[in-house]
């Protein structure tokens, strides 16, 4: 006879991951571009500022979109999905 499946809470590491994600993109992505300005004004290497360009019109235009809060909590809580998913599968 088999068993069903134990399905329990994600571990802690799912939940770190799901609101650290889920954090980056509704307050990080314009900061991000602003790093990678800077760290292409102390490297001078051209290709580090496609990194400034995806992340702060990422950034600029995420931010002005109405369902960016949803858009962040649902991220976050596919991944949380996914975490109870693969924990239920092990």
Same mark, same amino acid.
């Given at each position: 006879?088999?068993? =069903? ?25 314009? =900061?991000?571009?602003? %790093? ?27 931010? +002005?979109?109405?369902? +960016?809060?949803?858009?962040? %909590? ?17």
């Amino acid at each position: 006879m088999t068993h =069903p499946a134990k399905r329990s809470l994600p571990g802690i590491k799912t939940w770190v991951w799901a609101i650290g994600v889920a954090l980056f993109l509704k307050y990080l992505l314009e =900061p991000t571009g602003w %790093l990678f300005y800077e760290l292409h004004h102390l490297t001078g290497i051209d290709s580090v500022y496609w990194g400034y360009t995806v992340f702060r019109g990422g950034g600029y235009f995420f931010n +002005q979109w109405a369902y +960016q809060s949803i858009t962040c %909590l649902g991220v976050g809580l596919l991944i949380l999905a996914i975490g109870w998913w693969r924990g239920a599968r092990a």
